[in-house]
């Protein structure tokens, strides 16, 4: 119950913060804002900082609550590992199937980057395989569920 309180005093005070910040932006001209550099560096920037922190606190708050659950429940932690492991030797698989061609733009020139045996090359082609295995999974078991709900009926 205590931590309830001190999370919605601290949820309250960001709200609040942000919102100052927010108003502060709001209040000034448009058109000065765009045009000094004073005034976005002292309106502005502020409320993009607490926004990037805010959102840098977010994630490494969430990795670490993450990664805590694993740590206490061990089971779940062989099941992550495992679901890892899987992802890894399908990355590895996407990997292998792509390959590092030359890739031109409209105008038949090679793009800067493109070049033959680039590993740049590969990796988008790793990427792109990638992608198109997890969706064949992904797909594969839509279609299983759906027919596993379809019997039920």
Known sequence: MKSNKILNILIA????????????????????????????????????????????AAVVITIGLALLSLVRNPENLKKTLGGLAVLGILLFVAYILSDSDVIYDAAGKIQPGGEEGSSVNHWVGAGIWYSIILGGIASIFFVLDLVKGLIKS
């Open 13 to 56: 005070a960001i709200a609040l913060i942000g919102g100052v910040l927010f108003i502060r932006v709001l209040m000034e001209d448009s058109q000065a804002i765009v045009e000094s550099v004073d005034l976005q560096n002292s309106l502005v920037s502020p409320l993009i900082s607490f926004s990037y922190w805010l959102c840098i």
